[in-house]
């Protein structure tokens, strides 16, 4: 299954569609404190089993594999000069740029990018200059999204959906878990996290049982590697 979490961000990919036992899945990201390594670990032991991949010479918050879990996309940041995405190779960290978004605005922040498996569309949470937050959707294969509707939450950092569809986001200016409805965009409170995360952040979805691991970036060069409960937050 698939997975993306953040230290400044991550992807990840469960065990069952890569092979692994249920025991532990992999767990793919990008680290944007210092000097930008893509690396690899796993849910079971996220310290133990972390190894940086290869250096990374760009900046992405919004990433996520395909369902199949061998593709991953990722939308850059550049400042707001440009919306490009593209493919990243897990075995390298390596970027290919594929184009330029059409649907976001320019200067708008691409805070999450993730796919529902249950249509293969995707869905990318997006911050414009005044800090409201917004939901698109649309196909990765060509880069074209449409808005589907306010979040509602100014600061949503991230977006995840589970295997049945169900999607969920980070707001970290309550630091609060959120549902959103995928057919309007509207987010809806779960409950606080009980962090004070900063900056970006990542989470995914382990298909395999449909837990929403997470990276958490508190400040001062400290993270958290944990769950979500989404009953709760």
């Given at each position: 299954?698939?997975?993306e979490i953040?230290?400044?961000?991550?992807?990840?990919a469960?065990?069952?569609l890569?092979?692994?036992t249920?025991?532990a899945?992999?767990?793919?990201?990008?680290?944007?404190?210092?000097d930008?390594?893509f690396?690899q670990?796993?849910?079971?032991?996220?310290?133990?089993n972390f190894?940086?991949v290869?250096?990374?010479?760009?900046?992405?918050f919004?990433?996520?594999?395909?369902p199949?879990g061998?593709?991953?996309?990722?939308a850059l940041?550049d400042?707001?000069l440009?919306?490009?995405?593209?493919?990243?190779?897990v075995?390298t960290?390596?970027f290919?740029?594929?184009g330029d978004?059409v649907?976001?605005?320019?200067?708008?922040?691409?805070?999450?990018l993730?796919?529902?498996?249950?249509?293969?569309?995707?869905?990318?949470?997006?911050?414009?200059?005044?800090?409201?937050a917004?939901?698109?959707r649309?196909?990765?294969?060509?880069?074209?999204?449409?808005l589907?509707g306010?979040?509602g939450?100014?600061?949503?950092?991230d977006?995840?959906?589970?295997?049945?569809?169900?999607?969920?986001?980070?707001?970290?200016?309550?630091?609060?878990?959120?549902s959103?409805?995928?057919a309007?965009?509207?987010?809806?409170e779960?409950g606080?996290?009980g962090?004070?995360?900063?900056?970006a952040?990542g989470?995914d979805?382990?298909?395999?049982?449909?837990t929403?691991?997470?990276?958490l970036?508190?400040?001062g060069?400290t993270?958290q590697?944990?769950?979500?409960?989404l009953?709760?937050?």
């Amino acid at each position: 299954m698939k997975k993306e979490i953040g230290w400044g961000i991550l992807c990840g990919a469960g065990a069952l569609l890569l092979g692994q036992t249920a025991m532990a899945s992999d767990v793919y990201g990008l680290n944007l404190r210092g000097d930008n390594q893509f690396f690899q670990t796993t849910t079971d032991d996220f310290v133990g089993n972390f190894t940086n991949v290869g250096a990374a010479d760009y900046d992405t918050f919004a990433l996520d594999l395909d369902p199949t879990g061998t593709t991953m996309y990722a939308a850059l940041w550049d400042g707001g000069l440009s919306n490009q995405y593209g493919t990243i190779d897990v075995n390298t960290g390596a970027f290919s740029l594929l184009g330029d978004l059409v649907g976001p605005q320019i200067g708008d922040n691409i805070s999450g990018l993730s796919v529902d498996p249950t249509t293969g569309m995707w869905y990318m949470s997006v911050i414009d200059p005044g800090q409201n937050a917004f939901l698109y959707r649309g196909d990765i294969a060509t880069g074209t999204f449409e808005l589907v509707g306010n979040i509602g939450f100014g600061l949503n950092i991230d977006l995840a959906i589970d295997s049945q569809g169900n999607a969920y986001g980070h707001e970290i200016a309550g630091d609060m878990l959120l549902s959103i409805d995928l057919a309007t965009g509207l987010g809806t409170e779960i409950g606080p996290t009980g962090f004070n995360a900063n900056f970006a952040q990542g989470m995914d979805f382990d298909y395999a049982d449909d837990t929403l691991y997470a990276t958490l970036y508190t400040g001062g060069g400290t993270g958290q590697f944990g769950y979500f409960d989404l009953n709760t937050g």
